[in-house]
């Protein structure tokens, strides 16, 4: 019985490993309450990551070149967007666990809400 439990673990752990390496531009991961399978430091291939938690984008501002992308991860109880205040971006609705990425092809600096939560604030500065 013990293997058997050792078994399923390492399998859980293989099917969390292909999610990351499998990542598209939208993806859902099943989250456990206070639980996030994408924590800061492990992050995307090529992207950069902001964690959705506690109604907060963590990091709220982050720094990226020209040609790289973004990556925003539901790790919140409740639904969130990442919304461009000027419109150049719009993710759907992101259910606890999704994940949504967006690239940027040119410089400049792009403030960002979730449309259910205004007071939920961001900034992607394109280099």
């Known amino acids: 019985m013990r293997r058997l439990g050792l078994a ?59 040609g790289e992308r973004v990556t925003w991860v539901n790790c919140d109880t409740d639904s969130h967007t990442s919304t461009a205040d000027a419109g150049a971006w719009n993710s759907p609705l992101m259910a606890p666990g999704d994940a949504f990425t967006q690239g940027y092809d040119t410089p400049g600096d792009f403030s960002y809400h979730c449309e259910p939560h205004p007071f939920m604030t961001g900034r992607v500065v394109v280099e």
Request: glycine share 10%.
């Open 8 to 66: 399923l673990a390492a399998l859980a752990a293989l099917t969390v490993g292909a999610v990351v390496g499998c990542f598209s531009e939208r993806t859902t991961a099943p989250v456990a309450e206070g639980e996030c399978r994408f924590p800061v430091g492990e992050g995307i291939p090529g992207s950069t990551i902001v964690v959705i938690q506690d109604f907060t984008f963590q990091p709220a501002e982050v720094r990226v070149r020209a």
